[in-house]
């Protein structure tokens, strides 16, 4: 069973960064393509940006020019840099295959102060 992990969250300052890592169980990883969302409170989960297999890149508007998705196939993780992090960047973070696997990590917290 594929297990999600994401890691590196934490309280910030407006303006600041954080990197987030998802590790990813198993021996297919290279081939999936990943997404990053996150989840504010009251809000439904949103798609933050993915990567394909190849490392190309696609990013929602409201992070694109500050948020910066990588991957590292001999580690089985994708991170997902955040820069210019502003107050609306709060939420839980996760990382999922896409299509989606069923059993999504616990996610990471996010906060930034303003």
């Known amino acids: 069973q594929v297990q999600l992990v994401e890691s590196g969250g934490g309280l910030v300052q407006t303006g600041g960064s954080l990197r987030l890592s998802c590790e990813v169980s198993g021996s297919m990883f290279s081939m999936w393509p990943m997404v990053w969302y996150r989840q504010a409170p009251g809000n439904e989960r949103e798609w933050v940006g993915s990567i394909t297999s190849i490392g190309t890149t696609n990013y929602a508007d409201s992070v694109k020019g500050r948020f910066t998705i990588s991957r590292d196939n001999a580690k089985n993780t994708v991170y997902l840099q955040m820069t210019s992090l502003k107050p609306e960047d709060t939420a839980v973070y996760y990382c999922?295959?896409?299509?989606?696997?069923?059993?999504w990590g616990q996610g990471t917290q996010v906060t930034v102060s303003s």
């Open positions: 999922n295959r896409q299509p989606p696997l069923n059993d």
